[in-house]
């Protein structure tokens, strides 16, 4: 049994209201997203309170402080992305200059941001539900864009996500039928805020 209390900082759920009125993505699906935010806010939360009071009474490595650790991956990044979905978005979006040191980035690797565009959405309407992340390499000083389905699987590591999209159904289906999901692909770009991603960019090449 642990003589000293473990001190923790708790995550706060951060307010995104600032979003309502994007353009195809209705405020009621917001609403419904947001919640689902905080849940995970919430159990990362509760997940490090548990994993602490089983250290502090000398449990440690026991089976239930063993699955508690294995189920971080999952609460902490469906904390994290949803961080980087909202943090990327803002009504009626903004534009994407061809000068920017993205839009140069995206021609070198993918010919044109055109490319890569149809690229990101053709990924974003594949079967299956997860995220869509335009990553950063920092040691190749490139980009890619990745498939992560379960929030832990398909985490590039030591890649900086970009642009973070969410194609599980809780983001799209009170405004589209299942086949009309590339239409919600379309109005995610529609709202990016290209200025956030932007910034994500420019922190990474300091």
């Known amino acids: 049994m642990l003589q000293q209390k473990i001190s923790y900082k ?3 759920a951060k307010d995104y209201s600032h979003l309502k009125g994007l353009k195809g993505i209705s405020d009621e699906t917001l609403e419904i997203h947001f919640a689902l935010y905080n849940g ?5 939360n509760v997940l490090n309170e548990k994993v602490i009071e089983l250290t502090e009474a000398g449990k440690a490595g026991t089976p239930e402080y063993s699955e508690l650790k294995r189920r971080y991956g999952f609460e902490y990044n469906g904390m994290k992305l949803h961080e980087f979905y909202f943090g990327n978005l803002k009504a009626g979006g903004s534009e994407l200059k061809e000068s920017s040191a993205l839009a140069k ?4 690797t ?6 890569w565009k149809t690229d990101f959405s053709k990924l974003g309407a594949a079967r299956g539900v997860g995220w869509v992340v335009l990553y950063y390499d920092p040691e190749m000083q490139t980009l890619s864009n990745h498939w992560i389905s379960m929030h832990e699987e398909g985490n590039v590591a030591g890649f900086v996500p970009l642009l973070v999209m969410d194609v599980w159904e809780h983001a799209w289906f009170r405004d589209y039928k299942p086949a ?9 770009l529609n709202n990016v805020d290209w ?3 932007e910034k994500r960019l420019s922190c990474c090449q300091k």
């Open 40 to 44: 995970y806010v919430t159990n990362t």
């Open 195 to 197: 200025e956030a991603v």
């Open 10 to 12: 708790k995550y706060a």
């Open 105 to 108: 980035l995206m021609t070198e």
């Open 180 to 188: 009309d999901r590339p239409k919600y692909v379309e109005a995610f």
């Open 110 to 115: 993918y010919s044109s941001v055109d490319v």
